[in-house]
Structures are given as C-alpha cells and as structure tokens.
C-alpha cells in the first residue's frame, strides 16, 4: 500500500484479517466492475440472484457435509447476531422454549453489536454498555501457555473442555441453547489454537447436552489457518458456521451464516426466519465473495498459507530467541501472533500504562510495516501482536515483515 505522500507500508495483518487475497486483485476488480453493470441489488424477499445463488453454492461445496443452507449478511457482527437468533428460533420451533443461553468463552470477539456483545468475554468493550445489553456466561479460553500445561497432551484439552460441561450444569442444561466459539482465536487471545483434545471433546459435551455448537469463523474463515474453516482442521464438525471478513476480503462487506437442513427446516415449517437485513445477499456483494473464492481456490491460498505460516511460525519463534520480552510464540496458517512478558517464567504481563502493543505497533508503522494488535487477558494487560499478511504472501514478505519485527523489537 502506499499513502498519499508516496510512502510504502507492507500490510503485514490484511488490513484487520480481512484481505485475504490482497489489495487490487484485478479479477475481483473485473467481477465487480461486471457484476455492477448487470445489477446492484435486488432486495432478497422480492429476488433471489444469479450472484446470491452462486455464491451459497460454492460455499456449500466447501463445508463440512450436511452444512447446505446459506444465509448472507454484510459484515461479522450481524453474522453473529444470526447465529444466535437461528440457533434461538431452531430451539422455540421444535417446542425447546426453555433454551436461550448462550455459552461463550473469556477473553473472546464476536462483535460490537449489542447480541454479539452480550457473548464477547472482553471487558473494555463490554462493561460501558451494562446494563443495557444481557450478559451471557462465560468460560474460560483454554490459555495452555499461561497455565503451564502442556498443549500437546488431550488432557490439557479435556481440562478445558470439562469447563464447559461445569458450566452447564451450573446454568441448567436445559436452558443451554448453544456454545460459541473461535476454532483458533482471534483479535482477543492473539491466535490461541486449543489444545489436543479440546475441540473434540466440546462436539462431544454439545452432543451429549443437545447444544448446539456455533463456529464463529469471521477470522479463521476462507484459508486463514491454512484450511478452508479454522474448524476443519479438528474432529469438531460445528451446526452453524459463522463467516465474514475473508469473504468480502476487504472488497466489500459481506457475511454468511450456514447451517443444515436438520436446523433449518423446523424455522421455515413454523413461519419462516424471523430475521433479516435490507442489503442481506445483494448481487454486488455475492458477486465479488464469488470472485474471492475463485481466487482462493485458483491460486491455492489455503495450502500457501499452510506453508508460509509454518515458516513465518518458525521464524518469529526465532525472534522470541533473540528478545527475552517476547514471551509467546503462536498460531495456525496465516494467524500468528507473539506477546510481550515482563517475566517469561512467571508470564507476568509488561504494566498497562506502557502501552506496549500500541508503541510497538506505531514503531513498525514508521517502518513501513502494518501489524494488529491488542490485549489478550481480559483486554487489560497481555500486549501482543498479531503477524496476518494476506494468504498470498510469499518467501519475500516473509523476510520483509520479519526485518520490520526485528528493527521494531531492536
Ligand atoms: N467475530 C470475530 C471472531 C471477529 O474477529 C470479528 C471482527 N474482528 C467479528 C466477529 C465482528 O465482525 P465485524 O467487525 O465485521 O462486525
């Protein structure tokens, strides 16, 4: 990217995880350009389109099997906002009236509108907004790395998980309508993959209580991690699938939400969907996430970032070698991350007021290179910094983000 001064930045997030496939990508500029001379809308409860049908289509085709009805909004937060109220009228439509909780993690993201609030465990951003919006019970991330187990064995991921399952027996099974969760978190833990063990052992616990399991794949979505869903990567096939930002890759905002007929039918067979925005599906935003997929899949972006996040993994492990404030190393695919620690044996955060990831991101800016960042323990202390480049990057972006980390950190 460069900025009106002529000054070149190497966006080493995608913007905030969003442009997955790059910025100006031609053929998408093309399919838009295409599209916009056709039609721009058509309001979903008077047409359905070429575009809309297309788009739910291939991404049937890239989800786990069962998951075949496809519902398009304009950005993460609404497709949370869905999720839930899907998950919701799914339980009152089969005569479950009793089950409206929601069961989240703490630290989490899932959105600044006030339902995806009500299941973001992040404080700075939710506690201004009490009491207005409902508060929906929180579990614990399974932070491995702050609790000194061992990732690698299932029974730190069974630890985590039987979390889960005392939660809802402290809430009531029968209230418990669904568990939301990132596969590999995102902006709030900085790209925390769970444990071995964990994710399989929560599919297990929703089964077992009837709950139905949301995937928010907003970040992980569309080759992030290095497969097409975070969630693909894990024995853990989810009921309702979450997506945004790669979607619209920074083209265009543009969300989906997917679910299953099982789901879906006892909605429509009691009066349809109570739900649904104005610009929802409309033909230029389905237009270009058709676009965007076709890139993906093209040029093989979630087996590139597989290879590059294994080697942009390796090397900012190294960087952790060289300076003794980074105290974690982490990710999956594309979404990695290191944090900053006063104290790598104690984990001990660097105090708040140094702003540390602030500082840290600004150093980097004023070396041309663009990184995220933000507080993973509660939203408080715990700097660190999110490496996301776009799924096309390669060996070069690599060593030119790494040299920007390494100046930066120096
Ligand atoms: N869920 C997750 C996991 C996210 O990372 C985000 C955005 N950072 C959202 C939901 C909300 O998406 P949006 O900002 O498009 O509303």
Redesign the pocket.
Known sequence: MWDQDGRRYLDGSSG??VCNIGHSNKNVLTAMRRQMEKSTFGYRLHFETEASEQLASKLVGLMPDGLNRVFFVS??????ETAIKLARQHAVSTGQNSRWKVISRRP??????LG?LAVTGYDPLTAPFMPMMQDMPKVPAPRAYLDGLNPDDPATGAHYANMLEAQIQAEGPNSVLAFLV?PVG??STGALVPPNGYMERIREICDHYGILLIM?????GVGRTGAFLGSDHWDARPDIV?M??GLGAGYI?L?AVIAGDALVAPILETGGFAHGFTYAGNPLACATGLAVLHEIEMQGLCANAAAMGDTLLARLKSLMQKYELIGDVRGKGLLTAFEFMADRDTKAPLPPHLNAHQRFVDLAYARGLIVYSRRTRGGTEGDHILVCPPLIANTQHIDEIMHGLDASMA
Do not use: W
């Open positions: 905030a995880m950005g993460g937060s609404e497709a949370v989490s993201y899932h959105g600044c509108s995806a990132e995102g902006a928010d794949e907003v970040m992980t979450v945004s930002k905002p969300g």
